[in-house]
């Protein structure tokens, strides 16, 4: 994907990335530092940040690279870098550029520093700012991970009611450069809690001697900073909103929210619920960052649960050990009829899962679901115990209540499967556990189980044993 | 979720959604509709459109309703209502009011209202528009789904290069309201193609006199027409952009993507991943809306091909028939042994997928890949094999011996499972597959059949049958 975007530029024009990185990695070999910081100064910072993690090991070259970029586009860079770069760097630069780097970063990019630097360097890193900024990060620190708090910033316009449309501009002219965004303007009340919101649009088109209280619209959504993270992505996913403003319990506005935060919110969320649907826990970390350690432990607890519950499946088969002795060639399906229960099982889930957790589906929706899975099932269940059928009769050649054995066993199965598939994770909810439990791994447990138990009663009955 | 977020208003305020929604019903049960489109204009377009969908059955009330609120505000109601609703509505309304919803929808809301409307619907509305707008809208309606060009707007701000500030400022009055964003603004060269980039943050801070030429970047990331939606959006998570600039061929800009899009496209993109890996084929509909036949349809093909794997199962099994007659105890630890396999096998396979879908590891991880999931494997296979052979001698009381070997083969199992499902996605994605397709159901037929093998030769060694 990347070698398909072109740049423009004095140094790079219509260039591929591709082409670009080997310039650069030959400018950095013949250790042509100057040169290589020039020609990353045309790029946007992310990809500055990307490019010195591809291409320098050397920490020492790293900072010479840095102190060589322009001094604000430094400090963008750096809020780009992995916690590691950014720690070494850290460490590497004089106490005036670390101030200079930590006084630039956008406020929420601060805060995502300061929680990866170890205790040391964030205790040094705090004699840089001063009293009153010290106090905010304390604060911000100390919002829980993955709620609305620990995801704001401070940079947001907020005007008041009384001023004027002329006053408001003026104010936004002042401080504007320092904002995250101004594009979306938020207005507090006398008593300073939240009041609603303007957009810079409104604002530029009013007439300049009106009163910000007669344009404002008072019907804001906010979110409160103790909301948790999922819950204002499917704000931003329901309101199409670039900001959203968050307060505290006095509904006074604290801080803002942007979309492109939001973004990353869904990515974190959609791989937690991939590893819970495979029965790993989450681990907070990406898969080439974790120890083996943590790796192993996410992924113990649930192979440990599934394996002592797969004694139930144990236990049948023993119980039944006759039934087995007696018709040998039955134990030849057993993997087939449980892989098919265990897939059949887990399509359904997975589909309901996923659309409870896009809320697509409701709790409610529990009789449609039942009889749309029950229907699925019944075509689903035809057409392959017909398939198995006649494989077994025409190609394994075997005898035919053999096969209706198996048949009528795979038909029910799929039945069975489909519908507790579809109805388990909609009782987890209601239940009050989460959905995402029941998918494939408990799901494969629990129809395994139904599964035999249903193969060896069908195989009694159907053979006389 | 809902009930926590509050709403101003005249009407309603501080009040809490569901409180609202009774408020609503009522109105709406007794035929207040004046009332209830009175309350329902003081809250946010699509939740009015959520609204109208779960409290009124009846199409004509929802029209009704419809015609009660204001003008404008309608057509962006419509815009978020349901096809099927969009639908009724459309054919209900007068020609005259059917024309003026479609003139307010913003382009991209009305290319995807023409895409989902039977073909006499659309031929009908055609006729409503200008000809310059049905050639545009034509033009939309053939680029393919789930291309750049499907998910971009016309309503952007181009200026010239040549322009002063004075006259940009001016035009952008002009024009501003129509647009879907006035902050991003981009520039074109003289052969009018897309030369740069500016914020209206820039421009409004800039000398009038000072040509456009001077001021913007001319390093700007733009995507093309026919480039497939993932991509774009993984260029909004790399750049944090809110707007991206869409150019044809010749390099002209035609449209622009907003972030708000983005949102669905990454949980459509999501959704389509839990699905594959569920072996499921996409079906592009949300789950209560797609027919049971299409439903059946995207399960059946995965379970075939699954079930027909399974036949190496069975014939491994019956190949090692006088085994199991030897020592029947050991069939009742093949459920256990396959889950487990399976289990194993799926959390290393999701986990790579997911890795792989993100960008945070690539194929050029390997060996780095092999050799965590080998050490995560060694850890995990050492701990449930210890569990499981304590298990087996002292809670089940059976020989050994049988301990033994059940206990050994675990430890292979899920050493082959969790080596093999961390790298078979990646050799997928080498060859071109992918990598989704290497989840949870193949994975598990492909180790169940390596388990199996072991668990046979194993015994057959160790118990000298």
Known sequence: MKDKKRYGGDLIVEMQFEEIKDILQELIESKNFFKAAQALSELAAVEVAELLEELVDNPAE????????????????????????????????????????????????????????????????????????????????NYPESSAGSLMTIEFLELSEDMTVKEAISHIRNVGEDMETIYTIFVKSKDRKLAGVLSLRELVVANEDKIIKDIYHDNVIYAYTTDDQEEVAEMFKRYDFITLPVVDNEKRLVGIITVDDILDVVDVENTEDFHKMAGILPTDEEYGKTSIFLEAKSRFVWLLILMLGATFTGSIIQHYEDVLLAVVVLSSFIPMLMDTAGNAGAQSSTVVIRSLSLGTVDVKDFLIIVWKEFRVSLIVGVALSVINYLRIIWLLRMDAMVGLVVSLTLFLVILMAKTLGGVLPVIAKVVGIDPAVMASPLITTIVDTLALIAYFQIATQLLNI
Chains 1, 2 share one sequence.
């Open 62 to 141: 790293i900072l010479i690279i840095f102190r060589l970029l322009p001094k604000d586009f430094s400090a963008e860079v750096f809020a780009f870098l992995d916690p590691e770069q950014q720690e070494s760097v850290a460490i590497a630069v004089s106490d005036a550029e670390l101030k200079h780097i930590i006084s630039e970063l956008a406020f929420d990019d601060k805060i995502d520093f300061f929680e990866e630097m170890p205790a040391n360097l964030v205790t040094k890193m705090l004699t840089l700012t001063n009293s009153q900024e010290r106090k905010l990060v304390n604060q911000f620190l």
